[in-house]
């Protein structure tokens, strides 16, 4: 139910703040505003079963528990507050290597989450940031975050104390743990989550609507409208439902079988496999039915939450062009309750097995499919395949499906990369985009920033691989991860950020950005003061297409701004000036406000110069003398040129589209296929 915690102290008292787990803040939020004490002493059973499963200090009594950055409720824990009472929001992963960093100057928040192989977004998580922004000298705690599904028996424990305080019955806990009787031992580890797979509920004698909603985390509201019940009267033996009905195409696991395997054999993604069996674990067991196909008749389908257009697409055999199509859809956003059109797909899928010279186009082509939807057919993830190996092949589609044209690649594109470690590499174009965008932009980034990052990463791509040129995975050129980087990045979230990634990149398979039929220079960075810049002013050279424009979006960036302090003996050093009759006067500022030449000490020097010397992060800066130090207030980070990556993301949220994107950071071009 919690995912995460924070201790305040609050009137030199410790205030324990609880954060709930969006999806069961409707269920939480019924319980904490009833007056029905039973229901609030259920609530209050949760949040103690929670603490007491936990790792850090806390002498408070008061609880206050958030959903959506709002305090929805708060209580009193009853009775004098336990010293040794001990609170963890999760378990931790190599905490003894390192629980906490204390941060240095200079140091970002990807940085040192890189250092101890977490995420951003898991470092911002384990310490309640709003931001990544950091400041020198914050403590840090470092640890990769899991639910917590286990309880190890303590002295005095029953199984009976263990169910009430974990919400569930004695029956469950020893069918959860394959236990015969009721003894337990210390130190035993106990099963205690809620088996969320569970899709019913056999009410026994004494079983009220709340206490069931209760145990599986589901408000009563949805438990009663799931079973069609008006009132809250049940009986002894009803069998409730605590999932939506889902039909379509099952698989009865079997021993040694894995998601990947399953998602594999169908031709699905493991996280649509999850999706459709509402799984939160990765654990299956011999014998589970899983849901492997929902697919059904032509009609309309409402959308669901969680539901994508893509799986909604082959969940009826279609692909997504054909269905944002069908639907006169701008773009694939859409929204729970929606209604779309549907048909289904009469598609005839057959096997094909790989002979000596084959390559995934010339098999696509042999069968009128692209390379793509060979890819998305059997679940790959590159270019590689081997003689020997069979492939799902798609034999035709129903002649009544709505039908866009298909894209058409006029070359299988290859990327020479010189890797890190010197190893040469030869990387199919496509699969290149992918490690690009994953490299260069944060996963989470609105869908549109990735696409637009994704052409112009591919642009940038083929106008050198045309000139003959071999490119590093640095941001000498454009950085690349690959696969095994990206796991190691994202740990846990890999196949959600790289699924996405993914689908932005297929998204606009082939798809380039010109000018006057050249392609261009698609140069891109972070952060803009609020202006982009003239490359005549970084560079030197001008193109007609890279031109200073409005990028206000980016002030929304939490890496917009940045401070810095020196001494004046510190400064004076760097620029080899005297520490007496120190000043600062900007000379002239660029057509994008950045700092082109200043005059400091006597001196004059360029905006870039300063830049180095100082190893800020932009030209946009101003330098203040005033009490002994030496303030510098810089705007933006890179060099300006370009694509917006912030920007595009703000961009992005507030409705543009990415070819809107692309057209406003780079003046008068077209968007093509290469």
């Given at each position: 139910m919690?995912?995460?915690?924070?201790?305040?102290?609050?009137?030199n008292?410790e205030v324990l703040?609880?954060?709930?787990?969006?999806?069961?803040?409707e269920?939480?939020?019924?319980?904490?505003?009833?007056?029905?004490?039973?229901?609030?002493?259920?609530?209050?059973e949760?949040?103690e079963g929670?603490?007491?499963?936990?790792?850090?200090?806390f002498?408070?009594k008061?609880?206050?528990?958030i959903a959506?950055?709002?305090?929805?409720?708060?209580?009193l824990?009853?009775?004098?507050?336990?010293?040794?009472?001990?609170?963890?929001?999760?378990?931790?992963?190599?905490?003894?290597?390192?629980?906490?960093?204390q941060?240095?100057y200079?140091?970002?928040?990807?940085?040192?989450?890189?250092?101890?192989?977490l995420?951003v977004?898991?470092?911002?998580?384990?310490?309640?940031?709003s931001s990544?922004r950091i400041y020198e000298?914050?403590?840090l705690?470092?640890?990769?975050?899991?639910?917590?599904?286990?309880?190890s028996?303590?002295?005095?424990?029953?199984?009976?104390?263990?169910?009430?305080?974990?919400?569930?019955?004695v029956?469950?806990?020893k069918a959860?743990?394959?236990?015969?009787?009721?003894?337990?031992?210390?130190?035993?580890t106990?099963?205690?989550?809620?088996?969320?797979?569970?899709?019913?509920?056999?009410?026994?004698?004494?079983?009220?609507?709340?206490?069931?909603a209760?145990?599986?985390?589901?408000?009563t509201?949805?438990?009663k409208?799931?079973?069609?019940?008006?009132?809250?009267t049940?009986?002894?033996?009803?069998?409730?439902?605590?999932?939506?009905?889902?039909?379509?195409?099952?698989?009865?696991?079997?021993?040694?079988?894995?998601?990947?395997?399953i998602?594999r054999?169908?031709?699905?993604?493991?996280?649509?496999?999850?999706s459709?069996?509402?799984?939160?674990r990765d654990?299956?067991?011999?014998?589970?039915?899983l849901?492997?196909n929902?697919?059904?008749e032509?009609g309309?389908y409402?959308v669901?939450s969680?539901?994508?257009?893509s799986?909604?697409?082959?969940?009826y055999g279609?692909?997504?062009?054909?269905?944002?199509?069908?639907?006169?859809?701008?773009s694939?956003?859409?929204?729970?309750?929606?209604?779309?059109?549907?048909?289904?797909?009469?598609?005839n899928?057959?096997t094909y097995?790989v002979?000596?010279?084959?390559?995934?186009?010339?098999?696509?082509?042999?069968?009128?499919?692209?390379t793509?939807?060979?890819?998305?057919?059997?679940?790959?993830?590159g270019?590689?395949?081997?003689?020997g190996?069979?492939?799902?092949?798609?034999?035709?589609?129903?002649?009544?499906?709505?039908?866009?044209?298909?894209?058409t690649?006029?070359?299988?594109?290859?990327?020479?990369?010189?890797?890190?470690?010197?190893?040469?590499?030869?990387?199919?174009?496509?699969?290149?985009i992918?490690?690009?965008?994953?490299?260069?932009m944060?996963?989470?980034f609105?869908?549109?920033?990735?696409?637009?990052?994704?052409?112009?990463a591919?642009?940038?791509?083929?106008?050198?691989i045309?000139?003959g040129?071999?490119?590093s995975?640095?941001?000498?050129?454009?950085v690349?991860?690959?696969e095994?980087?990206?796991r190691?990045?994202?740990?846990?979230?890999?196949?959600?950020?790289?699924?996405?990634?993914?689908?932005?990149?297929e998204?606009?398979?082939?798809?380039?950005?010109t000018?006057?039929?050249?392609?261009?220079?698609?140069l891109?960075?972070?952060?803009?003061?609020?202006?982009?810049?003239?490359?005549?002013?970084?560079?030197?050279?001008?193109?007609p297409?890279?031109?200073?424009v409005?990028?206000?979006?980016?002030?929304?960036?939490d890496?917009?701004?940045?401070?810095?302090?020196?001494?004046?003996?510190?400064?004076?050093?760097?620029?080899?000036?005297?520490?007496?009759?120190?000043?600062?006067?900007?000379?002239?500022?660029?057509?994008?406000?950045a700092?082109?030449?200043?005059n400091?000490g006597?001196?004059?020097?360029?905006?870039e110069d300063?830049?180095?010397?100082?190893?800020?992060?932009?030209?946009?800066?101003?330098?203040?003398?005033?009490?002994?130090?030496?303030?510098?207030?810089?705007?933006g980070?890179?060099?300006?040129?370009?694509?917006?990556?912030?920007?595009?993301h703000?961009?992005?949220?507030?409705?543009?589209?990415?070819?809107?994107?692309?057209?406003h950071?780079?003046q008068g071009?077209?968007?093509?296929?290469?």
């Amino acid at each position: 139910m919690f995912v995460n915690y924070h201790i305040k102290n609050e009137n030199n008292e410790e205030v324990l703040y609880l954060y709930l787990d969006e999806m069961k803040t409707e269920f939480a939020k019924e319980f904490l505003d009833s007056n029905d004490e039973k229901k609030k002493q259920g609530i209050k059973e949760k949040v103690e079963g929670y603490i007491d499963e936990q790792d850090v200090s806390f002498k408070g009594k008061v609880v206050k528990i958030i959903a959506g950055g709002l305090v929805v409720g708060s209580m009193l824990l009853g009775g004098a507050p336990d010293i040794n009472r001990k609170v963890k929001a999760a378990t931790t992963i190599s905490t003894a290597n390192h629980p906490t960093h204390q941060v240095q100057y200079g140091e970002t928040l990807s940085g040192i989450a890189s250092r101890y192989n977490l995420t951003v977004d898991e470092v911002m998580m384990l310490n309640n940031l709003s931001s990544d922004r950091i400041y020198e000298g914050q403590s840090l705690r470092l640890g990769q975050t899991v639910t917590a599904s286990t309880y190890s028996v303590r002295s005095g424990d029953t199984l009976s104390g263990i169910a009430n305080r974990f919400g569930t019955t004695v029956n469950d806990l020893k069918a959860l743990n394959n236990l015969t009787g009721d003894r337990i031992y210390i130190g035993q580890t106990l099963n205690v989550k809620a088996d969320s797979h569970k899709t019913t509920h056999t009410v026994k004698s004494g079983d009220t609507l709340s206490e069931i909603a209760l145990r599986y985390e589901i408000s009563t509201n949805e438990l009663k409208r799931i079973n069609n019940l008006l009132g809250d009267t049940i009986y002894e033996g009803q069998v409730l439902k605590l999932q939506e009905a889902r039909t379509g195409i099952t698989h009865e696991v079997e021993p040694g079988d894995t998601l990947y395997d399953i998602a594999r054999q169908y031709g699905i993604t493991i996280n649509h496999l999850k999706s459709m069996n509402n799984l939160e674990r990765d654990a299956i067991y011999p014998g589970e039915l899983l849901i492997v196909n929902t697919r059904a008749e032509s009609g309309n389908y409402t959308v669901k939450s969680g539901d994508t257009l893509s799986e909604i697409a082959s969940d009826y055999g279609m692909r997504t062009s054909e269905l944002i199509t069908l639907n006169n859809l701008t773009s694939d956003r859409i929204y729970v309750g929606q209604t779309l059109k549907v048909i289904q797909g009469a598609t005839n899928v057959n096997t094909y097995t790989v002979e000596s010279g084959d390559n995934l186009s010339t098999i696509a082509g042999q069968f009128g499919m692209s390379t793509n939807e060979l890819r998305e057919l059997n679940n790959l993830s590159g270019d590689l395949i081997h003689p020997g190996q069979v492939l799902n092949v798609r034999m035709g589609t129903n002649t009544t499906t709505p039908t866009t044209p298909d894209r058409t690649i006029t070359e299988e594109r290859t990327v020479t990369v010189e890797r890190y470690n010197g190893v040469v590499e030869y990387i199919s174009l496509e699969e290149y985009i992918v490690g690009v965008v994953a490299a260069e932009m944060p996963p989470y980034f609105d869908e549109q920033a990735l696409r637009a990052q994704a052409v112009a990463a591919r642009t940038y791509a083929i106008e050198r691989i045309d000139q003959g040129r071999r490119l590093s995975d640095t941001d000498y050129h454009q950085v690349y991860k690959d696969e095994l980087q990206l796991r190691d990045q994202w740990g846990n979230q890999y196949e959600f950020y790289y699924n996405r990634i993914k689908s932005a990149v297929e998204y606009t398979e082939g798809e380039v950005i010109t000018y006057n039929g050249d392609y261009i220079d698609a140069l891109f960075f972070s952060t803009s003061n609020g202006r982009t810049e003239n490359p005549k002013y970084v560079w030197g050279g001008e193109l007609p297409y890279l031109q200073s424009v409005d990028s206000h979006w980016d002030t929304q960036s939490d890496e917009f701004y940045r401070e810095y302090t020196y001494t004046y003996d510190e400064f004076s050093r760097l620029f080899g000036l005297s520490e007496r009759g120190l000043y600062a006067d900007v000379i002239s500022r660029t057509e994008g406000g950045a700092v082109d030449t200043i005059n400091i000490g006597g001196t004059t020097y360029s905006g870039e110069d300063v830049r180095r010397r100082l190893r800020l992060r932009s030209m946009d800066f101003d330098i203040n003398f005033e009490n002994g130090q030496v303030r510098i207030a810089q705007r933006g980070w890179g060099h300006r040129v370009g694509l917006s990556q912030y920007g595009a993301h703000f961009m992005g949220q507030e409705g543009y589209t990415y070819d809107d994107i692309i057209n406003h950071y780079y003046q008068g071009v077209q968007i093509e296929l290469a």
